[in-house]
């Protein structure tokens, strides 16, 4: 049992490129989530879905698009990366309103 | 639209020390859950406790402790006996279950970075 999987752990993108930052959980949950952590302000939500083929914005969602084709997996694009998006991004996962299981991160930067 | 404000930014006490964090939160709905997280140094998110709001009764675990009080809106987390290891930030949130906008949304306050020094 994995829990929440995240790839890739560290990311440097020009202003300009795409890339999806994968997530994965194992755990069977209906309810997924992206964040973002900056300095001094939380974690706050980008996109979330409650179940396959669902998703929804959060806070903070321009600049990304999300799909969930799977209960497993729960991608986020960047589809043209600028330096305001250098982040650490976390992917979370939970069974509606229990506990949210997060996964260990990635470190984005765009130069 | 929910908040969840931690006012303390930054704490710093001595090993062994108690220290409180503060938690104050705002929502229209009577039916929500709280939580807080541990974030050490690491980087991962830690799970402390769920609280719903039906559920007043104070909890303990080891050296923790939390003080919920629907009254003040606010959900407080005391470290007894601080230790080195407590060094963290702790983030206070909050999820509701209205079926409108915002629900299933997890608010996170800003954290409180606490030090303990040895």
């Known amino acids: 049992n994995a829990g929440v999987t995240q790839t890739p752990k560290f990311q440097v993108l020009k202003t300009g490129q795409s890339m999806t930052l994968q997530c994965a959980q194992d755990?069977?949950?209906?309810?997924m989530s992206w964040y973002r952590q900056d300095p001094g302000m939380g974690l706050r939500l980008i996109h979330y879905?409650?179940?396959?083929?669902?998703?929804d914005q959060g806070e903070v969602p321009n600049g990304y698009n999300v799909s969930r084709s799977t209960t497993e997996d729960f991608p986020l694009r960047l589809l043209s990366a600028a330096p305001s998006q250098t982040s650490v991004y976390f992917c979370?996962?939970?069974?509606?309103?229990?506990?949210?299981?997060f996964g260990p991160g990635t470190r984005l930067t765009v130069t | 639209a929910q908040k969840v404000t931690q006012a303390q930014t930054e704490i710093s006490v001595v090993e062994k020390e108690d220290v409180t964090l503060d938690c104050v939160y705002e929502?229209?709905?009577?039916?929500?859950?709280l939580f807080w997280y541990k974030q050490p140094p690491s980087g991962e998110l830690v799970f402390l406790i769920r609280?719903?709001?039906?559920?007043?009764q104070n909890e303990i675990s080891g050296r923790y402790s939390w003080n919920f009080q629907k009254s003040t809106s606010s959900f407080n987390f005391t470290i007894t006996a601080s230790q080195v290891v407590d060094s963290a930030v702790y983030f206070c949130a909050l999820i509701t279950t209205y079926s409108g906008a915002g629900s299933y949304q997890l608010t996170f306050g800003k954290g409180t970075k606490l030090s303990v020094i040895p």
């Open positions: 609280r719903n709001s039906f559920d007043e």
């Open positions: 879905s409650v179940g396959a083929g669902i998703t």
């Open positions: 929502t229209r709905d009577t039916t929500y859950y």
């Open positions: 979370a996962s939970s069974s509606r309103l229990y506990e949210q299981y």
């Open positions: 755990m069977n949950h209906e309810y």
